[in-house]
């Protein structure tokens, strides 16, 4: 596609539920990233992918949370046994490769509130 | 670490020139960049400098000064439109790390 496209666009779970937030980033783009924005505030780096490799897990806020992508393309971010501070929105962005993570290409985002 | 600080909310009459402020600490500096983000909407990338000095984009133009770990994002002949967030970010190992955000309100 044109652009970074995310799904669902909006998810509402109950606490204690799983959720999966899906990526398809821009073909071509090697780099792959998750963030979380909470109301009003910055962006949270979460995770980042180079190809289907997670070099750097290092802003995952525990082990509830987990990543993959296959094929260098399509990732799926896993938030087990979901709680209410999970509740933000989840940004996905890709770019052609690590050094040009200064120029980052963001999708819509994912909001997830969980009751 | 790294850390950046803005202001949290700018407000600019239609027609004004408006200048964001980003100041940083980092570990180790390779640039700063400026995204900015409608409500509901997503970051779009607005500049990138990874020198010392001006950068411009039509109306926009970023600033740097690495010396004094400082930048900006100038604004010029605001628009309605440019309601928006603004968050400086600097790129670093794998990641962007981004600033909280200026909210500008332009009003008419």
């Known amino acids: 596609g044109a652009g970074v496209s995310q799904s669902p666009s909006n998810k509402v779970t109950e606490k204690g539920k799983d959720v999966e937030l899906r990526c398809d980033p821009i073909?071509?783009?090697?780099?792959l990233y998750w963030y979380r924005q909470s109301l009003g505030q910055g962006l949270e780096f979460l995770i980042y992918?180079?190809?289907?490799?997670?070099?750097?897990k290092s802003g995952l806020p525990s082990d509830r949370f987990s990543a993959e992508r296959t094929g260098g393309s399509v990732s799926t971010l896993t938030i087990q046994r979901t709680q209410q501070e999970d509740s933000a929105v989840y940004l996905c962005a890709s770019s052609l490769g690590r050094l040009a993570a200064n120029e980052q290409f963001f999708g819509p985002g994912t909001r997830l509130t969980v009751l | 670490g790294q850390s950046l600080e803005q202001p949290s909310e700018v407000t600019a009459v239609e027609g004004a020139i408006v200048q964001i402020n980003c100041t940083y600490q980092?570990?180790?500096?390779?640039?700063l960049s400026w995204y900015q983000q409608h409500d509901g909407g997503a970051p779009t990338f607005l500049s990138y400098n990874g020198l010392d000095g001006l950068e411009e984009t039509g109306r926009f133009s970023s600033f740097l000064s690495r010396s004094d770990s400082y930048g900006y994002l100038l604004l010029q002949e605001l628009q309605m439109k440019d309601s928006a967030s603004y968050f400086c970010?600097?790129?670093?190992?794998?990641?962007?790390?981004f600033g909280g955000g200026t909210r500008l309100m332009v009003k008419p």
């Open positions: 980092t570990s180790g500096f390779y640039g």
């Open positions: 970010a600097v790129p670093g190992g794998n990641m962007l790390t």
């Open positions: 992918f180079q190809g289907n490799s997670a070099p750097d």
């Open positions: 073909s071509g783009h090697t780099a």
